[in-house]
């Protein structure tokens, strides 16, 4: 049965579901969820941060939405116009079973690299539509659509290239004269038919961590196919689950008639098990599985059942002894003090002795002031079968990696990096840092960037911006201002 059959059959099968507590999926934008995850952390509902596709429920989705009008002084508005342009949600439907926003997906950005000497105009023209919500009681979803066209300065340019997509977006084709087309769709339908199992499946990109980085599985990739299974324990003490994933390479199965030829796919298998005895603490250990799934020397797919394996770390020790699959396990952490002080961590290794480790703390004054320094270093982890690592040619297929992308440190495997973050906003002003340095096989990186925001509606977080970001590397010094709904994670720092 084809993906594409299977996400048919599940939504069909949740329109037939009736339960009664309600779950909503948490807003996929990394920079705005950690200003309100303290918030959060202290819900009685036991939200592992950690794991993928955090949810709450919607009594604490709603106070939040509250807490968030309050804190940017935002004034009850008499007329239609005025509610959805500066208070609600552009569209809102609620019938109590059924309640679904949609907002505007927009990016409007212009701006101009002084280093450049061409004096090109940078800008993103993105359009699209994000709508989010729940049907009957515990089934959550949400669903999203960018275009975009995009002139980028020399170091995105170079780093879009060298992936052959957009980092975090898709694919492209050429636009005018240097320029980028490209878009980026995703979809998610979660349902939970019981008090200790859940399921989800959707086309997105999943994450596992409590920082900025993930030494594990990471969003600055581009979207793809996955299915999940979960189970909750103790009350939600305890939480297992279970992910497959559909990744592509960049290189083609071989001509195989007049059509395009298929990339060529690969499956990952990931384990997550994590335990929260109280509020204050988030504990987990992570398992993740890269499946090579084509042959060349037959030129046909290949299945391996520990793609579907639930067990966790049998694949893991199966790929000491096959180059067909490719292991890695790790653990991370999260604690908080005071209700506004977070320590966090994760620690890694895979079948090749690699290693990686993650320290970082942050400090937020009731979503206003936001202070975070995170430490990341990743040494020979990761195997990545680019052609230029060395690699044996059985490694090809198995590697770790989405579109030459490295699925957890968006850096690479082999790499140091320091990271500070601050954001500040006071009412509706909001202002934003943010400090990479690091250190990838003796070349070292220094990027800055800033920008003051003015928030029109922080109910999908439309604002005004303007900003600047500076690269060492490629002596960039990037102006920019414009007009954006924030609904998902975009990264520049590469």
């Known amino acids: 049965m084809s993906f594409k059959h299977i996400v048919i059959s599940s939504v069909f099968l949740l329109g037939s579901l009736s339960v009664k507590a309600q779950s909503y999926i948490l807003n996929q934008n990394h920079t705005f969820n950690k200003q309100w995850q303290s918030v959060l952390y202290f819900e009685p509902n036991y939200t592992h941060f950690g794991s993928s596709l955090p949810s709450m429920d919607f009594e604490s989705k ?85 275009e975009n066209q995009s002139f980028f300065p020399q170091y995105m340019d170079s780093v879009i290239r060298s992936y052959s997509v957009v980092p975090g977006e898709g694919r492209y084709k050429g636009f005018k004269d240097g320029g980028f087309d490209y878009a980026m769709a995703s979809g998610v339908v979660q349902f939970k038919p019981t008090k200790w199992l859940g399921a989800a499946i959707g086309h997105d990109r999943l994450n596992y961590r409590h920082g900025y980085r993930s030494l594990f599985l990471s969003d600055h990739l581009m979207n793809y196919p996955f299915m999940k299974l979960k189970t909750t324990l103790l009350g939600g003490v305890v939480n297992y689950e279970t992910v497959v994933t559909w990744f592509q390479e960049s290189r083609r199965t071989p001509d195989v008639g007049p059509a395009e030829d298929v990339l060529i796919r690969k499956n990952g298998n990931f384990h997550y098990l994590s335990f929260k005895p109280s509020q204050h603490f988030e504990l987990g250990v992570f398992e993740g599985s890269i499946f090579k799934t084509w042959d060349d020397l037959t ?103 989405h579109f030459n992308q490295p699925l957890g440190n968006a850096w690479g495997g082999d790499t140091e990096e320091l990271i500070a973050r601050l954001q500040f906003q006071y009412k509706r002003f909001l202002i934003r840092t943010q400090i990479n340095y690091s250190t990838d096989n003796d070349n070292e990186k220094r990027i800055l960037r800033g920008n003051v925001g003015y928030i029109l509606n922080p109910s999908y977080n439309a604002h005004f911006y303007v900003g600047g970001l500076m690269h060492s590397q490629y002596n960039t010094e990037w102006l920019s201002f414009g007009f954006k709904t924030a609904l998902r994670s975009n990264y520049l720092d590469f």
Do not use: C
């Open 299 to 401: 030129g046909k797919q290949v299945f391996n059942y520990g793609i579907v394996n639930p067990l966790p770390f049998y694949n893991y020790t199966m790929a000491e002894d096959s180059p067909d699959i490719y292991g890695i396990i790790g653990a991370q952490f999260s604690t908080y003090f005071l209700q506004s002080t977070q320590v966090y961590g994760q620690i890694a290794t895979d079948e090749n002795g690699g290693s990686g480790f993650q320290l970082g703390a942050s400090y937020n004054y009731e979503g206003l002031f936001t202070l975070g320094l995170e430490y990341n270093k990743t040494k020979e982890l990761y195997r990545a079968s680019n052609g230029n690592d060395g690699l044996p040619e059985e490694y090809r297929y198995a590697d770790y990696q």
């Open 62 to 146: 709603k106070r939040v939405d509250s807490i968030k009008l309050a804190r940017a002084g935002v004034k009850e508005r008499k007329t239609w116009f005025g509610r959805k342009l500066l208070v609600e949600p552009f569209v809102k439907v609620d019938t109590g079973d059924f309640y679904m926003e949609i907002n505007p997906a927009v990016n409007g950005k212009f701006g101009r690299d002084l280093n450049d000497k061409t004096d090109e105009t940078l800008y993103t023209n993105t359009r699209g539509v994000f709508l989010q919500g729940h049907l009957t009681d515990k089934v959550s979803f949400y669903s999203s659509f960018y």
